[in-house]
Structures are given as C-alpha cells and as structure tokens.
C-alpha cells in the first residue's frame, strides 16, 4: 500500500543521467515526498528559487555548472540558503568530500546510490531543518529577529522573516563580503565576539533616522550562533513614550528630541512650529511626568526606556 503523500514535504533531484532521475523519483515518490526534478545546474537553482524546496539532492559532477557552484550560489541566496543540500558523487576522494562540505553541503551519498540510505539522511536532515524553523517561529511569534551564523566563516545560514527584511533595508548588494555574501560590517563585528571573551558590545549599524541593533543570544554551539536583531527608530522611541507617559504623539515627539539634546529652538525647526508652541508642550510633558525640568524629563524618560529595554 502506498504512503500517505506528505504534501508538505517538497524534495528536488538533481542529476544529468536520466536513469539516475528515474529510480531516485519513483523510489521517493513512493515514501510520499512530492518530488521535483532537474538535470543541469542552471534548471537547478531556477527550481529551487521557484518551489522552495524542504532538501535538495545533488548531483555533484555535472557538465557546464557543477554540483558545488551549484550549492555555493545556493548557499548565497537569501531564499535557498537555509536549504539541506545532500550531495550524491561517485568519487569518494577525500577533496570532492570536502569541497561538498566547504560550499555549503549538509551531507553526502555515493553512486551507486541505495535508495534505503537515500532516505533515511533525508528523513535525519528534515527533523532537523523542522527543529530549525520551529526555533524561527518562535522567535517571530514573539516579535523577534534573529540570524544563524556560523561561528567559523560569519556566513548566515538562515534568518527569520523579519530578520531577512531588515537586512535587506539595512544593506545592499555593496556592503557584502565578497566570499560569504554577510555584510562587511558585521564580519569585523564578529572577529571582535571571538576575542572579547564575555565582554560582547552589540553591533549598531545607522541608516537614515533608524538603527539596527546586533546582540549575541547564543555563543555556546561550534556549530551555529544566533544573532538577535532589533531596530530601533525614530518613530519607534516615539512611539514608545507616547505608550509609558501617556503622552500625545506631539508632546512625544517633543520629549524624544528633548532627549536628543535639542533645544526648543531646534525642536520646532525640526517639528515646523514655534519655539513658543514647543514651551507649551513641555509644560504638558512635565505635568505628565511629574517633573519641572527638562533635565528630569529626559532623565526619566531614558530610564524608562532602559527598563523596558532590559525586560
């Protein structure tokens, strides 16, 4: 009797030789994985961008664009790089085993391959890649972005949702390490964690009126290290003490540039009104606060921020 299909579980082949194709589809197709197919390199990463994968299987040696160019441009794709790549080669020479480990692979097969062990590293890599995105789920149902990297080289190796859309806000194609495809920036970040010991200051890369903060969560794996990331703007602290004070979004904006360091002046250049219409806000900002000084209010307000901060 046939399995039940796992709808869910999306595998692609990779492999030039037709016969090769065959006997690995029917024998998955069997076992309930959906299962996709391509037989050159350039098929390959289309596939993988398009569908999105849960494992691909590849063939290493293969004509134009091999298995190992294949899986380092999958491995620097933002999309396919958090991929299970299990590389099937007939060459068990110690240098084509490394060279699939060194671009990215998880694992590798034989040729000729025996579907039972097929199988069985595809079922050990998704339980895996599931304790992975259950781990990202998490952190995204309570709000948080993270990154893995590993510790040796600083390649991310997967990002959540969140994490994906502040890093492409926050760099471009130009800031990127060449060999890695991580932003430069964060590269020298992470050789000053190696050598600090357990004094790590977090990473705080400026764009515009937003920061974006990098904080180790986890140094303790030789395997991976997660990275948390939060972002911190203008509108964001705005925001923030509109929510602890009870304040208007004007008198808000007012305490933040107080903050700051701004004068009244300053702040109504900046907020396109009045020195005098500023004074007036501060005093709402004072009775609200409890306070009778600008020095106060910005003393306690940046308290309370901290202490929201560290909860």
Partial sequence: MMAVRKETVVVLI????????????????????????????????????????????????????????????????????????????????????????????????????????????????????????????????????AIAILPGSGRIVWQ?????????????????????????????????????????HPLTVVQGGGRLVFSPADLDSEEQ??????EESDAAQTEALMQAFGLTQRESEVLYWVIRGKTNRDIGDILGTSPRTINKHMEHVFAKLGVETRTAAASLATSKMRSAKAG
């Fill in 14 to 145: 990779v492999d030039d030789v037709p016969d090769n194709l065959a006997v690995l589809h029917d024998a998955l197709d069997e076992s309930g994985y959906m299962v996709l197919v391509a037989n050159n390199g350039e098929a390959a990463l289309a596939r993988a961008e398009e569908a999105r994968p849960d494992i691909i299987l590849l063939d290493a040696i293969m004509p134009s664009l091999d298995g190992f160019e294949v899986c380092t441009r999958l491995k620097a794709n933002l999309n396919t790089r958090h991929i299970p790549v299990i590389f099937m080669t007939g060459l068990t020479e110690s240098e084509h085993v490394v060279a699939g480990f060194a671009a990215g692979g998880a694992d590798y097969v034989t040729k000729p391959i025996r579907t039972t062990e097929v199988l069985a590293r595809i079922s050990t890599h998704l339980q895996a890649s599931r304790q992975i995105h259950q781990t990202r789920g998490a952190l995204d149902a309570f709000g948080q972005a």
């Fill in 225 to 230: 290290w997660i990275i948390l990331l939060r």
């Fill in 160 to 200: 959540t949702p969140l994490a994906r859309d502040w890093m492409t806000r926050y760099f471009t194609s130009g800031d990127l390490d060449a060999e890695t495809h991580t932003p430069a920036i964060f590269l020298k970040w992470l050789d000053s964690v190696k050598t600090s010991g357990m004094e790590v």
